[in-house]
């Protein structure tokens, strides 16, 4: 029996003929499933769109806040990769220029890498890549660009590996890079500015507004006392004087003297300090500081002072100098009821010999005793030194002719008293010419030249005395005055004459011939020696006129050599010439310049040109000798200390002053004297010359003590020079 039911459900096994509704209605159900499917895909798949573009405007807004950061505080990002080597670098800005962006490899990064920096840097990173979990946070110095000699910048890396591998080796590490230059250079100067506050010799305090101490250095603690520099809450009680400027809002600046706490009483006077004060203001709204520093210009205060001294004072005398002396004599003369007084001014007669004989130690010397006693007995007056052995003095106000005379005689009185100088008692006396206001006027400068003037009328009166100005006395002053720029014009240009006077041996033949200088003016005609030289050693031209001289001496001798003969060519060195390191120099130069040999120049000098350094003018002789120059002593038996220059030094001849020859006739005492100079000078080899030989007793008398050349009128006059080269062509013939 078949049980099995027929297909489709058709008795008898027949197929169901279609429904086309129930068809229908199941397509609908399959479509409306697809339908929703559909719907529901749509609908995830917005949401998810949704959330997909809300995270990356999320993530474009987060890099947009990292690159503002980045960019606010200069940093820049880096991502190394070990295995690559590659170091990628972005947004870094070097040196104020930003750096392109990319990979580079970690060789050519290290390779601008200070090389001092250039090993930590390498260890650092190879520790942290191998596996060493510290951050890395590295400061180095790198060259902004690859060329050599570019400034360095310094970087500050910090980062760490975000990526690691199963034996802890960084795969990536990443962080951050920036340029701190310029915090290094703050930092820098931040340390030099605490090291100067600290090692500066000016004391430094910082106080608050309670007067309290902040901070303060070394030099502020050893001012004030303190134990420590810290100097905490030190109650500064020197600086209350200060208390004012520290309630103004600009700096102040002032002195103040203080004395260290160590020496509260010291017996010299109080340092002075130059103190400036300034506001600090806070930085955190706190009550602003104020910064006191102290400088000690005592030192510099004392020079000043000194300074202003030796502009109103005489250095040596300690009397007033010759701009003081103006200035007192213009404030006095500018008062509108200015009264009258007298002036003085005063001349030490005798002072040259002593500076020339005793040099100018012993003149100075002189000189303050001399100050010391006008002090003395003029108490009231005003006294200064207007230059050399010159004083002034002006009398008190109403001063009147008993005054003047009685206050001449008090410095007479005075000055004529010896001086005691190195056991030495030397003499001067003054000359002293007056004048009073407002007879003889009532401008400085003209009551000085006519006093100056009065003065010189002292001497030609005798000196050691007192003389009243006269109109007729503005003659002499007149002619020097011109004189002076005359003659410093004419050294300048060479405008003097040379004459040769000579000097002959027993026989009368000429040995050599003196040197001497004539001076002839358009406005005066001839002046004399006698008076043009001491002008020219007032105003400094001594040694200029001295090199014209030697070239003179140097162009005749050479005139001498050319004819044969052997005679010599003598030159006055003045006391100046000798003193001057160059001297030597000059007188080679000389010889050079014209073709002569030293041994033709005679050098002559007076014994007072000795002794101003007898020990410098030793070594320069002892020279010169070497050079084959012939030195001669000039006017032997004025000075002082004759006998040990000829002992001492390396003259070869020793010329014999007038003045013992004019005594000749009617002085025994002179004979004796003369006849005693030619015999030692005799043992010690030294040749002799007799000057001032005008007679033929004279002579006779000079050749029979043993004197071996003379020379004086008697024999020749002063003569141009082409006179004396004739002279020696005919005394050739004769031989």
């Known amino acids: 029996m078949n049980f099995a039911e027929p297909p489709n459900g058709v008795p008898g096994g027949e197929p169901a003929a279609p429904d086309p509704a129930a068809a229908a209605a199941l397509a ?31 993530a474009k807004r987060s890099e947009r806040r990292l690159n503002l950061a980045l960019w606010a505080t200069g940093e820049g990002i880096w991502e190394w990769e070990p295995a690559a080597g590659t170091v990628t670098i972005s947004g870094l800005v070097l040196g104020g220029t930003p750096l392109p962006d990319g990979p580079v490899t970690m060789a050519a990064l290290l390779a601008r890498v200070h090389p001092a920096d250039a090993d930590a840097v390498r260890d650092a990173l190879e520790q942290h890549a191998a596996g060493d979990a510290t951050p890395i946070d590295l400061q180095f110095r790198v060259s902004p660009t690859p060329t050599p000699g570019a400034a360095w910048c310094w970087l500050r890396a910090r980062g760490r590996a975000l990526q690691r591998d199963a034996q802890q080796r960084a ?76 309630a103004r809002p600009r700096p102040w600046r002032g002195e103040a003297s203080l004395r260290a706490a160590a020496d509260p009483a010291g017996a010299d006077p109080a340092p002075v300090f130059e103190v400036a004060i300034t506001r600090i203001a806070s930085l955190r709204g706190q009550a602003p500081q104020h910064l006191v520093a102290l400088r000690d210009v005592s030192e510099q205060r004392r020079a000043e002072l000194a300074l202003q001294r030796m502009a109103l004072f005489d250095t040596l005398t300690g009397l007033a100098n010759r701009a003081s002396i103006n200035q007192h004599l213009s404030d006095r003369l500018a008062k509108p009821d200015a009264q009258p007084f007298s002036l003085m001014f005063i001349d030490l007669d005798g002072f040259k010999g002593v500076n020339d004989s005793f040099g100018h130690r012993a003149g100075d010397q002189l000189l303050q005793q001399a100050s010391e006693r006008l002090r003395q007995v003029l108490p009231d007056a005003f006294i200064g030194r207007w230059g050399g052995d010159e004083f002034v003095v002006a009398l008190p106000d109403g ?67 007192l003389v009243l100005y006269a109109p007729q006395m503005d003659d002499g002053v007149e002619r020097r005055s011109r004189l002076q720029g005359l003659i410093r014009a004419d050294a300048e240009r060479n405008a003097f004459q040379f004459v040769v006077q000579p000097m ?79 001297l030597e120099r000059t007188v080679l130069h000389a010889c050079e310049h014209h073709g002569i040999q030293p041994a033709q120049l005679e050098l002559e000098m007076t014994e007072s040109a000795l002794v101003s350094d007898i020990a410098i003018v030793a070594r320069l002789l002892a020279r010169l000798r070497r050079h084959g120059f012939r030195l001669s002593l000039d006017d032997f038996g004025t000075g002082y200390s004759s006998l ?59 050749r029979s003590m043993g004197v071996d050349e003379f020379q004086g009128y008697l024999f020749a006059r002063p003569q141009d020079h082409t006179d004396w080269l004739t002279m020696l062509q005919q005394q050739a013939v004769r031989r």
């Open 399 to 465: 001063a009147d002719d008993y005054l003047l005379r009685e206050s001449a005689q008090l410095i007479i009185a005075t000055l004529g008293q010896p001086f005691l100088v190195d056991s030495h008692r030397l003499s001067v006396t003054p000359s002293i010419g007056a004048v009073n206001h407002p007879e003889h006027g009532r401008d400085a400068q003209l009551l000085l030249r006519r006093a100056d003037a009065a003065m010189y009328g002292a001497k030609s009166q005798g000196r050691n005395c």
């Open 644 to 702: 040990s220059h000829l002992r001492d030094l390396p003259f070869h001849k020793v010329k014999i002053d007038r003045s013992f020859v004019c005594d000749l006739d009617r002085s025994q005492a002179s004979r004796v004297m003369l006849q005693g100079v030619v015999h030692l000078c005799s043992n010690l080899g030294l040749v002799t010359v007799a000057e001032g030989v005008e007679t033929e007793a004279q002579f006779h008398a000079l």
């Open 171 to 246: 795969l990536q590490v990443t962080g951050t890079i920036r340029d701190v230059s310029a915090q290094h250079d703050a930092e820098q100067l931040a340390q030099m500015l605490a090291h100067a506050f600290a090692s500066t010799m000016d004391a430094l305090v910082v106080l608050d507004t309670g007067w309290t101490v902040v901070q303060g250095n070394a030099a502020a603690a050893a001012l004030l006392g303190c134990a420590n520099v810290a100097m905490d809450g030190q109650d500064l009680s020197q600086l209350l004087q200060f208390r004012p400027a520290l």
């Open 28 to 58: 609908q159900r399959r479509l409306e499933r697809e339908r929703q499917a559909r719907k529901a895909a749509e609908q995830l798949l917005n949401e998810k769109s949704r959330a997909l573009f809300s995270a990356l405007q999320d």
């Open 504 to 582: 002959v041996d027993s026989q009368g033949r000429s040995t050599g011939a003196e040197l001497l200088m004539r001076w002839t003016t358009a406005e005066f005609g001839p002046v004399s020696p006698a008076e043009f030289i001491p002008i020219a050693e007032q105003i400094g031209v001594i040694p200029l006129m001295g090199r014209h001289a030697l070239h003179a001496a140097a162009r005749i001798a050479r005139a001498v050599g050319d004819l044969g003969s052997a005679a010599t060519v003598a030159v006055n060195l003045s006391p100046r010439q000798l003193l001057r390191p160059d």
